[in-house]
């Protein structure tokens, strides 16, 4: 179905009838209208296919695309975050799982995780029995949080996330560097990598400031035995100051937009007959 770039896109678009906005998520779950596109990750040196940010996308019936920055704020007001997000990973594992069985990709599948969820104390069950029913290994589902979540959460919270990390799901903290970057938190949360933000990535080949923040939070990456994934990464010029800073992961449209799932297997060949550090 053609997408009608033409629709106005506001919350109005998908706002419920006589229900709520939970059913309303529901009913998009229940008649397709909800996907997953895949984001890959790749070495910063030797472009070695490393993983995928599996990232939400709404189309509605008649070819209209809801923006991921206009659901998921209306879906954080109420529990339709809680029944959004435990699709979402659902289907990541699935999807991924099925990747293993076809001989596909053996890479880890990332999801981003609410702060809302966090308060859902059955939230590690949840995402622990999708693995056991899927059959994918923890170690292939990271979770994905941002400084702001883990900061205003509770230790209860954080002991669901030890419990996850625990189980060998890994965690990674988001957009690094434009929350409250508490470094004594980092030192309480079994995060195993920093994510930079895709603003800072973006604007230190021509501002000097942003270089030194890059090359910062990827040296605090380092100094406390976690990996550095660049967001945002879309020139060569990025990419080779990445390099020059030691910066282990790259995403971004360099490497590919979001993906279907039908176009994975083709990109992963594609990039595979690249040649290394291309």
């Known amino acids: 179905m053609a997408v009608n770039q033409n629709a106005t896109i506001a919350p109005g678009a998908i706002a419920p009838g006589a229900g709520t906005f939970s059913d309303r998520v529901r009913d998009a779950i229940r ?44 879906a954080e007001t109420s529990d339709a975050i809680n029944i959004l997000g435990e699709w979402t990973v659902r289907r990541a594992c699935e999807t991924a799982a099925g990747w293993m069985q076809d001989g596909v990709a053996d890479v880890p599948v990332a999801v981003n995780l609410s702060a809302r969820q966090l308060e859902d104390p059955g939230f590690a069950r949840t995402v622990l029995g999708i693995l056991a029913e899927t059959g994918l290994p923890a170690a292939n589902l990271k979770l994905e949080l941002t400084e702001t979540a883990l900061f205003e959460h509770s230790e209860s919270s954080r002991e669901v996330l030890t419990q996850l990390r625990g189980a060998g799901v890994r965690l990674v903290l988001d957009d690094f560097g434009t929350g409250y970057s508490s470094l004594s938190l980092l030192r309480r949360v079994p995060v195993e990598a920093l994510k930079i933000d ?12 942003a270089a030194a923040i890059v090359r910062a939070i990827i040296d605090l ?18 990419l080779l100051y990445l390099r020059a800073y030691r910066c282990d992961r790259i995403q971004g449209y360099l490497l590919a937009k979001p993906l279907d799932t039908a176009q994975v297997p083709d990109f992963i060949r594609r990039l595979a007959a690249t040649p290394t550090g291309g």
């Open 31 to 74: 008649h397709g209208e909800l996907r997953l596109a895949f984001q890959p990750q790749a070495d910063t040196h030797s472009g070695r296919l490393t993983g995928f940010e599996a990232l939400s996308r709404w189309r509605l019936d008649d070819g209209t695309v809801i923006p991921p920055d206009v659901f998921i704020p209306m």
């Open 198 to 209: 895709k603003h800072f990535t973006q604007a230190m080949v021509q501002d000097r400031d």
């Open 221 to 238: 990456a380092h100094a406390l035995g976690m990996q550095a994934i660049a967001e945002g990464v879309e020139t060569n010029d990025e």
